[in-house]
């Protein structure tokens, strides 16, 4: 399908702007050392990052993408790792290849661009200014802004009623399948990217209305 051009493009922060996953592991691992048990690596925690940090912490210590830990053990845990996710978010998170140069030609071509993510806002900012890239957005939407986040529409309709911009005229780009229900479900036109975190599955399948494999593909398809 092509793309109509839009007057807003909403971009996911982490697996879409932002590999952050190095930040995560050792704030996982730290974590799991305090309470014992074994670290698990970047290659485990990679597939299990996406869906907001209560959601990885869960990850870590059931080793299941859908468990649910012990109440008693989670929170004794959870506390340990916001407490080092505070201390070293975006000490080792870096800008994907070709995300500069797209937002680059985003703004020199005159698009509204806004920032949406399940991180919390205490996570989501400081991310953004360590990386140099808060200035570049209109919005930014967390995890934690409104009542209920991806794949709940409520995010990007929240971001077009802000704009007054009509959804079918919004573009959301993303990484996984959360990205694209909630573009469809709130009327926007997806783009993923091929490199993102989508729990180890061909983000393809979601059927996105394009997938990119950078940032600097942008140009051609807009």
């Excluded at 940090?53 to 845990?77: I, N, S, W, Y």
């Amino acid at each position: 399908m092509t793309i109509k051009k839009p007057k807003l493009i909403m971009i996911d922060l982490d697996g879409t702007l932002v590999d952050s996953v190095p930040d995560l592991t050792f704030c996982v691992d730290g974590m799991m050392e305090q309470i014992g048990r074994e670290p698990w690596g970047e290659a485990r925690v990679r597939d299990w990052v996406g869906n907001g940090v209560e959601r990885l912490v869960k990850r870590a210590l059931t080793g299941q993408l859908d468990g649910e830990p012990d109440e008693v053990g989670f929170e004794r845990a959870y506390p340990l790792f916001v407490e080092l996710y505070d201390r070293h978010n975006g000490e080792r998170s870096r800008l994907y290849p070709g995300v500069s140069e797209g937002l680059d030609y985003l703004d020199s071509a005159g698009y509204t661009i806004g920032c949406i993510t399940n991180k919390a806002a205490r996570f989501t900012l400081p991310l953004l200014e360590a990386l140099g890239v808060y200035d570049r957005f209109a919005i930014v939407i967390s995890g934690d802004t409104l009542p209920r986040k991806k794949p709940d529409p409520l995010p990007l309709l929240h971001a077009a009623e802000h704009f007054d911009t009509p959804p079918e005229t919004c573009l959301m780009l993303g990484d996984s399948v959360s990205d694209v229900k909630a573009a469809r479900a709130a009327g926007f036109q997806i783009i993923c990217v091929s490199y993102g975190y989508n729990h180890g599955n061909d983000i393809q399948d979601a059927k996105p209305d394009a997938v990119i494999d950078s940032f600097v593909e942008l140009k051609g398809i807009l």
